[in-house]
């Protein structure tokens, strides 16, 4: 690092450098002095102490706009390439590699904060927040894919099965369709299903309650699905019985 410093006039002279308390006037010189050949300072705190100036002082820098800060402590000049020329060979590049990518040299030598286009990348957030807000609407809601999701058929095909009268616009309901087609099942199975526990359930006054959209398009739709209608029967008193499935409730079978 050069251990020669310059100042310019057109900086040090202006109204807005001498309006400016002695102290924090000294404690500019000194960080110029103190500030590698880039510029970049990054123990300002020290030679506040050195010097007996404050925070007051520093911050009052920054606000005049003599210092640029970084968010890691580290502060640059701004007008150090005004005040300061180093030859090629006596010159040493500053460490801080990241913070003066942050910067551009304007024509008059000063350094200033590069502006960042964040338009793109607000654009991006925003839809990204309303597209996760439409996906959280949707899963309660089962309002998403209408064209994909046969909903009214699969439940008119229950209704028309077991007599019932659900709704297809029910959101309960459409949230279990919806949850089953996107685990990859389609309209067949959804018929398969009703068809083999209508052929179980149906005649049998202890399970028929459980032949809604709860129960069928559950967790258990899989399970259902690889049953064999044409070889399970009804249960009968005695089964029921001997089964365990006289302990279960109505949430055992959703």
Same mark, same amino acid.
């Given at each position: ?11 040090? @002279? ?14 500019? #010189? ?18 506040? !102490? ?7 002082? !520093? ?18 000049? %701004? @007008?150090? !390439? ?55 609407? @949707? ?27 659900? !709704? ?16 990859? #099942? ?19 006054? %202890?399970?028929?309650? #459980? ?44």
């Amino acid at each position: 690092m050069a251990q020669r410093r310059m100042f310019s006039k057109k900086v040090t @002279d202006t109204d807005t450098f001498l309006d400016m308390p002695l102290s924090t006037q000294a404690l500019y #010189f000194h960080l110029n002095m103190h500030a590698d050949d880039d510029g970049f300072i990054d123990n300002t705190k020290t030679i506040q !102490r050195m010097i007996g100036s404050s925070d007051d002082d !520093r911050k009052l820098l920054i606000a005049k706009q003599f210092l640029l800060p970084f968010d890691n402590g580290v502060v640059v000049i %701004k @007008d150090w !390439r005004v005040h300061n020329y180093i030859q090629g060979d006596r010159y040493h590049k500053t460490q801080y590699i990241n913070e003066k990518s942050q910067l551009v040299v304007e024509e008059n030598n000063t350094y200033t904060k590069r502006i960042q286009d964040v338009s793109n990348m607000d654009t991006q957030v925003r839809l990204g927040k309303d597209r996760l807000g439409k996906d959280r609407k @949707d899963i309660l809601s089962g309002s998403d894919e209408p064209d994909r999701i046969p909903y009214k058929e699969i439940v008119d095909y229950l209704n028309k099965k077991t007599g019932s009268k659900y !709704r297809s616009s029910g959101s309960k309901t459409k949230t279990l369709i919806k949850a089953r087609v996107h685990d990859g #099942f389609e309209l067949k199975d959804f018929k398969q299903v009703i068809d083999i526990k209508t052929e179980q359930w149906l005649s049998d006054q %202890k399970m028929n309650k #459980f032949l809604r959209p709860e129960t069928l398009f559950g967790t258990k739709f899989e399970g259902y699905l690889n049953e064999n209608k044409s070889t399970r029967q009804p249960l009968t008193d005695d089964d029921w019985t001997r089964s365990s499935i006289q302990t279960t409730t109505d949430e055992d079978w959703r």
